[in-house]
């Protein structure tokens, strides 16, 4: 994140959400270094968490108490799912886990 927002110029910064290792909730990831883990947070708060899952955004926006911009983003980009075609993307649309 530090080397996102740094270096990118851009009027939103986003970064994928895979899983929960992250300094939020009961599960919360604390940075040992001093001075880190507020640093953390803060550059959260200013990128939008592109989540796995409903699940892990409504986690996020829970435990930051809305601060950072959690949204569910379906891991398409990453080849889960098959091409567009009668069975609306979903190279198996009789898996439980197809979002279609």
């Known amino acids: 994140l530090t080397v996102l927002h740094?270096?990118?110029g851009a009027r939103v910064h986003a970064a994928?959400?895979?899983d929960y290792n992250l300094p939020?909730?009961?599960?919360?990831?604390?940075?040992?270094a001093p001075g880190c883990h507020e640093k953390?947070?803060?550059l959260l708060?200013?990128?939008?968490?592109?989540c796995t899952s409903r699940h892990l955004a409504s986690y996020?926006?829970?435990?930051?108490?809305?601060k950072v911009d959690a949204r569910a983003c379906y891991c398409a980009d990453y080849g889960y799912f098959?091409?567009?075609?009668?069975?609306?993307?979903?190279?198996?649309?009789?898996?439980s886990t197809c979002p279609f």
Not at 60 to 65: A, E, G, H, M
Not at 82 to 95: D, I, P, T
């Open 60 to 66: 996020i926006q829970r435990w930051s108490d809305g």
């Open 82 to 95: 098959g091409s567009l075609g009668s069975n609306g993307g979903c190279s198996n649309s009789s898996s």
């Open 40 to 42: 953390h947070l803060r």
């Open 16 to 18: 994928m959400g895979h």
């Open 24 to 32: 939020y909730g009961p599960w919360g990831v604390r940075e040992a």
């Open 45 to 50: 708060e200013r990128t939008t968490a592109l």
């Open 6 to 8: 740094g270096a990118v």
